[in-house]
Structures are given as C-alpha cells and as structure tokens.
C-alpha cells in the first residue's frame, strides 16, 4: 500500500464527525455542503467519513494531501476555527471528543509503524460547545460553517485544485 505517491497529486477532503452528536457532526456539514456547491477537478475527492476512525485507512491511500474537517478540543472558545498541521496534529487529537478521534490518531499512528509515507494532513478544526445527543449544531459552531468552507477552499486553492462554484451556490470569496 502506498499512502504518499510521487505523482500528481490526489487529494482528499475529508468531514469526520457523529452528526447525532450536536457540534461533533460539523465535518460532515460542512463536506456535506461542499459537495452541493461546488464542482471539484478530478484529482479531489470529497468524502463524509463519519466515524470510521481506523476503517478510513483505505481511504488514504494514494493521496498526496489530506484535508481534514471535524470539531477539535482546542481549549479556545467555542465556534473558534483553527488550521492544524504537522506536529500539532497529534496534541490536537489527544483531547479526544469521541471515538472517531481515537480512530484518527491510531490512523496516523499505524500508518507511521507499517512505514508508510503519510500524505500532507491539514486538520480545519472549530472548537465545539457541545457533543451532547443532538443532530443541531450550536449556533456558535454553525455561525463557522462558511468560513470553515472557505478554509477548505484556500487550501485546495494553495495546493493547485480549481474548484468552480456551480450555479445555485453562494457567491463568496475563499482567497482573501
């Protein structure tokens, strides 16, 4: 299995998330919502993963970037958004909000001790208010929505995917 190849690159925008689980579904929102607007090049891929945790392995493979999206325990107030990579990564996953995290981390990890190169990971993350059972986020978790998007966005932009709004998405702008 190859997780990182040397050719062009194949990217994967990845929502995580229990959307029962109030903020904790906010990945999938936001994946749900970029699959409705937007046209993605073929080189892009854009799943809602859920809560496979470990199961998402296979899903990695071939990939040169990984975009993730989910709700992270950062300590700030809720509704902050952060952009994660490298080595703040696995101390943001530490903090674990449910068991897809751990999911997450152990991903990483067994992909790190079989020897597998990892692709690049971003984690576009928002501080949640609340996981309690509930399919709403919070007002404050979903007041980012958008912005979380145009995170998205600016970063398929910085890797070299042109993404083309379709015809019934809102107009605004991800490169500011």
Known sequence: MTLCPKSSPRILVLGIGNTIMSDDGVGAKVVQELQREFHFPSSVDVVDGGTLGLDLLPLLEGRSHVIMVDA?????????????TGEELPAALEAKLSPHQIGLKDLLGVAQLTGHALPELVLIGVQPKSIAVGSELTAEV????ETMKGAVLKELERIGAHVKPLAKSPHFRWDQ
């Not at 325990?73 to 952009?83: A, F, L, Q, Y």
């Not at 979903?142 to 929505?145: E, L, P, Y």
């Open 72 to 84: 992270v325990e950062t300590g700030k107030r809720p509704g902050s958004c952060v952009r994660l």
């Open 142 to 145: 979903n007041m980012q929505v």
